[in-house]
């Protein structure tokens, strides 16, 4: 199995281009099926989440054809099937998605019921309650989500929980529901607001994504539209913590900063510089790192999808610091690869207890999910000695081109496929 070998102790320096938002991206691809016309999307990321799901709409009839690398035409005027069922379906989150925009569109839709990273009980009660307030009937049988309607009608929804996915779900069926539909204590990502705008751009009449109560006035029908996806807030989050771990100087590029600020403050918080241009960031890390608290919390607090990064950096700084995870129960799961590097960690319910160390030494470890893996390989890239991170595909599913652009910012990492390739790895570096 192909894994990360990596010699740690440089520092990242240099420019790093992001590319779109992963889960702006899934929503978006999922939506483009709700109009007869074409669709054009660009700044698609090429990441298995998003070819998975593109995969599997090719299955149900849609003609997907590749412009290049990250620009896409969809076109869902001849779909043969409203039953989405597929061994990898199954394995991304965001094949529910397909509920939303196909009950909208077709108000009947059969998906295989979600997979996706193991970081805690993701249930997925307020899509359910959702669609029913809309008038579908929904059950949940020999591992699929059925839902249908007669017709989707306009309804008040308050979401128990401020929930991305279901406020994406809700919003795309409620599109083409009759009358309005007012989603309160709706979440309020970039993503949620990006699919929002995408929408309209079909027609669509939504307004208030971005705030807590999102009203949307169903329309009959979408039309065809060309749309670029967002930057990738993650992403970019994580090649700026990885100036902080490994005591670098990193500017992320085609990005926007309103959407890294609770990063950036973080930043700020541990002692690095963060200068901001209109769609770049750049993070210098010459001092010594500070310890602080962190509450993962929906946006604009500080993301869940970062936890594991700044747990890493604070992980290498002076001091106590406290991490709460409050989005998700089991996001720990990194803290004993950790441990096995030398970082000092006492992990209670949803709170981590970090007693800074002043250094990582390189171990054999294994990434247990997709932000976690792409947290522990910063750790290698800032340990002493060499390393080699396993189960590289949950990294895979949401970073383009992790390794190269690593690379590209000094970064000794390869792909390899044998311990045989690691010790040429090792002699090659030296
Ligand atoms: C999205 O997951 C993202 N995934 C996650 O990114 C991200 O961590 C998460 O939002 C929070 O920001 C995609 O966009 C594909 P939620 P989602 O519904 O939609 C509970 C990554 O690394 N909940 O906001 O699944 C749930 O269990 C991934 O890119 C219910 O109880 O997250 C969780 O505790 C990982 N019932 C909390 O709410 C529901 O019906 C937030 O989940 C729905 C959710």
């Known amino acids: 199995m192909e894994q990360y070998a990596i010699k740690g102790g440089n520092p990242l320096v240099g420019e790093v281009e ?156 409620a599109t083409l529901a009759e009358g309005t539909t007012i989603i309160e204590n709706a979440a309020k990502e970039p993503h949620v607001v990006d699919l929002a705008n995408f929408l309209n751009s079909m027609g669509a009449n939504i307004k208030g994504a971005g705030t807590d109560v999102i009203r949307i006035k169903g329309v009959q029908k979408l039309h065809g539209t060309d749309y670029a996806i967002i930057p990738d807030q993650i992403e970019a989050g994580t090649f700026m913590f990885a100036a ?70 604070l992980a290498l700084s002076q001091g106590t610091s406290i991490v709460t995870e409050s989005i998700f129960d089991n996001r720990f799961k990194y803290v004993d690869e950790l441990t096995r590097m030398g970082a000092n960690i006492k992990v209670e319910g949803n709170t981590a207890i970090i007693d800074g160390v002043a250094k990582y030494t390189g171990a054999g470890i294994a990434a247990p999910d997709l932000r976690a893996g792409a947290a522990l390989v910063m750790a290698c890239l800032a340990a002493e000695g060499y390393s080699t991170v396993e189960e590289i595909q949950y990294i ?20 390899v496929n044998s311990e045989r390739e690691f010790q040429k790895f090792k002699l090659k570096i030296g």
């Open 18 to 173: 992001i590319g779109g938002a992963k889960n702006a991206a899934l929503p978006i691809i999922a939506a483009s099926v709700m109009t007869d016309e074409t669709v054009y999307i660009d700044n698609v990321p090429d990441v298995r989440d998003t070819n998975v799901l593109l995969k599997s709409m090719q299955d149900l009839g849609v003609m997907v054809s590749r412009q290049n690398r990250h620009r896409y035409t969809v076109n869902a005027a001849n779909i043969h099937s409203l039953i989405v069922d597929d061994d990898n379906i199954r394995k991304i989150r965001a094949s529910y998605y397909l509920i939303g925009a196909l009950l909208g569109k077709y108000k009947k839709a059969e998906v295989a019921l979600p997979g996706g990273c193991n970081i805690g009980s993701r249930g997925i009660d307020q899509h359910l309650k959702g669609f029913r307030a809309l008038g579908a009937e929904v059950e949940i049988k020999h591992g699929l989500i059925r839902a249908s309607a007669e017709k989707l009608v306009g309804s008040h929804i308050y979401m128990d929980i401020v929930s991305v996915g279901a406020t994406i779900n809700v919003m795309m069926a």
């Open 244 to 313: 902080a771990i490994t005591k670098g100087d990193v500017t992320v590029k085609n990005v926007i900063p309103k959407h890294l600020e609770s990063i950036s403050a973080k930043l700020l918080e541990i002692g690095c510089e963060v200068e901001e241009s209109d769609d770049a960031v750049r993070v210098v890390s010459s001092k010594p790192l500070r310890h602080t608290h962190v509450k993962t919390l929906p946006y604009p607090g500080f993301p869940t999808d970062m936890q594991p990064q700044i747990a890493v950096a």
């Open 396 to 415: 895979e599913r949401g970073y383009e081109d992790f390794c190269m652009k690593l690379q590209s910012l000094g970064a000794q990492i390869e792909k």
